[in-house]
């Protein structure tokens, strides 16, 4: 049972475009959602959140929009970089749930051309 | 800051043969720890879930007696994948967390087992 789903395995994007990556989730007890970027062989790197009291959350070239109703959440990245190229998995937490364990997506590899 | 580390990087052993993975935090007390596999192509799967000096808690389908994980200290959690077979080749990332569960975890660049 997926309960994070990034329906996108991958996304292709010209340098300087904006990429919209997107993430559906069916659990309702999540409320607190993460993005991570990830580069092979290496371990994810936090990048940015939003708490479901938000619908907006924005940090330098990236922004997470919220929509509770729809259990649905993108990140997008503007404008688009080579050095974005890598893997993005979204991640959800459910509110009281013991030690908060994350709950990842399929995760969707963007690319970014010159 | 928030930096966390696993050792070794990568892994080759026999079939049979037990591997020791750990996973530092580096420049923070982690009250918590986790640990994760990968699968090529693949979401990362939560294996277990440990607290210093508490047992751990392990996701349902994860063997414990075979994936043994110790955290000792605030900084240490280790993972022993025990008498390991070809289809425990994975990728294992472990995650430290300083507070408590709206914190942000922080993941450790991961450790590629390769089982003969």
């Known amino acids: 049972d997926q309960q994070v789903k990034q329906n996108s395995p991958s996304l292709s994007v010209q340098e300087g475009r904006i990429s919209i990556l997107n993430c559906d989730y069916t659990?309702?007890?999540?409320?607190?959602f993460l993005w991570y970027k990830k580069y092979p062989a290496e371990g994810p790197t936090f990048l940015i959140s939003?708490?479901?009291?938000?619908d907006k959350n924005e940090d330098g070239r990236f922004t997470v929009f919220l929509n509770k109703s729809a259990k649905h959440l993108s990140l997008h990245i503007v404008p688009s970089q080579p050095g974005d190229s890598a893997v993005y998995f979204c991640?959800?937490?459910?509110?009281?749930?013991?030690?908060?364990?994350?709950?990842f997506g399929q995760g969707t590899i963007l690319t970014v051309h010159p | 800051g928030a930096v966390v580390s696993q050792h070794p990087s990568w892994v080759i052993c026999k079939s049979g043969t037990s591997v020791k993975i750990e996973c530092r935090s580096l420049?923070?007390?982690?009250?918590?720890m986790f640990w994760y596999r990968q699968f090529p192509k693949q979401s990362l799967m939560l294996m277990a879930t440990?607290?210093?000096?508490?047992?751990?808690?392990?996701e349902q389908g994860v063997e414990k007696d075979k994936f043994l994980i110790n955290h000792a200290s605030l900084t240490l959690s280790t993972l022993t994948v025990t008498s390991a077979h070809p289809e425990d080749s994975s990728f294992y990332i472990c995650?430290?967390?300083?507070?408590?569960?709206?914190?942000?975890?922080?993941f450790g660049p991961g450790t590629r087992l390769t089982v003969l």
């Open positions: 939003i708490s479901s009291i938000k």
């Open positions: 995650s430290a967390r300083r507070g408590g569960p709206g914190d942000t975890q922080y």
């Open positions: 991640a959800a937490v459910a509110g009281g749930t013991s030690y908060g364990k994350l709950t």
């Open positions: 659990n309702s007890m999540f409320d607190y």
């Open positions: 440990s607290n210093e000096g508490s047992k751990a808690t392990y």
């Open positions: 420049d923070f007390q982690a009250t918590t």
